[in-house]
């Protein structure tokens, strides 16, 4: 995106991809189906240590910006509950049409090229790489991070922002499974519920999802996780104590799941506690939630409210995206760097991060956008 809008502003625009091919992280995106962006836009969406930051650039290239882009390059869109994707469901769609318009405005795309230091001139840039030099008037650092377990990202944009420097937001992981506290995770395992989400921070809830949510040997996963992973994993590395509070029947409230409960246990009264769950909710959580002694009305409040303290969450390389970077306060309001005029960042190198559902794709769309019209 950023290649292609600084050669239609005219630049000679040169790509130094450290990959064998360009737009491999995209190629996973969406379970391979390219999540592009989301109806709903909100400066609520998008996340950063400075919260105001990211709207400015997300105004400069919205929604609509994002959709005509990628209609004139040919890519037709379906919405999924406001969830866009292109109508051909496979995110290598997307990456081919940006390289043939990229190849078409002749940028040059240098592949396996990994870029090891940008040195400052008296006028521009020296980038060096393992095999060659470049001069330039401008650089754009969109590196990425080292989220995911795609082959090729990497934390090398980190490195060259410190080194020529800017400050770091503390990379972190983002939309990643967390880890509970507990000896009973293997008995759910494989289980999977729609349900509420609360996250509690040191006794105060500070957010809630509700979504699917799928139980693991070592604590929950799933959309509704991982929209508020970003916010446990941040309060964990501060020492904070963090617990999720899952409502497992958010369609009852805990009186009428009690009425509900009794109806049953009157209708079938053979029926043992467990027995009364049985096609009510998968068989696995039926041993974890009943209380080993009590009423119903223990039981509803089990699965109304199921307490589960949290103690880590998988790594970076199991994150689908990661929080934090390069600290904005020491950007422009058009990604440029105050220390280094000349010096632009774009996309996840950039301390703004988004839930699932298009937003962080949009951010990459939109801080490339703006960093490359310059």
Known sequence: MAAIQAARNGAQVTVLEQNEKTGKKILATGNGRCNMTNLYQDSSC?????????????????????????????????????????????????????????????????????????????????????????????????????????????????????????????????????????????????????????????????????????????????????????????????????????????????????????????ACPYKSMKELLVGLIPLKMIPVLVPTKGTLEDLASSIKDWVLPIKDAWSLRQAQVCSGGVDTTKLTENLESLLHPGLYFAGEIVDVDGPCGGYNLQWAWSSGAVAGKE
Request: contains cysteine; charged residues 25%.
């Open 46 to 266: 998008y996340r950063s240590e400075n919260p105001a930051y990211p709207w400015k650039i997300i105004e400069k290239f919205p929604l609509s910006s994002t959709l005509s882009f990628f209609r004139e390059l040919g890519i037709y869109t379906r919405d999924k509950n406001g969830w866009v994707y292109p109508y051909s469901d496979q995110a290598s769609s997307v990456a081919q049409v940006l390289e043939m318009e990229a190849r078409h405005l002749k940028v040059r795309i240098k592949t396996r090229e990994e870029v090891t230091d940008i040195q400052c001139l008296s006028e521009g840039f020296q980038v060096i790489t393992k095999t060659w030099q470049y001069e330039c008037d401008r650089v754009i650092l969109c590196c990425g991070s080292h989220a995911s377990s795609v082959e090729g990202s990497s934390d090398a944009g980190y490195f060259l922002s410190k080194k020529l420097g800017h400050h770091l937001i503390e990379p972190m992981p983002a939309l990643v499974a967390l880890k509970g506290k507990g000896n009973y995770f293997s008995k759910w395992a494989g289980s999977r519920m729609e349900g509420i989400l609360q996250l509690e921070i040191d006794k105060k809830i500070c957010c809630k999802e509700r979504g699917e949510i799928l139980f693991t040997d070592y604590g929950i996963s799933g959309i509704a996780v991982f929209q508020i992973s970003r916010y446990a994993v941040r309060a964990l590395s501060k020492g904070h104590t963090v617990t999720c509070h899952l409502d497992l029947m958010p369609d009852f409230t805990k009186e009428e799941l009690c009425r509900f409960l009794k109806e049953r246990q009157t």
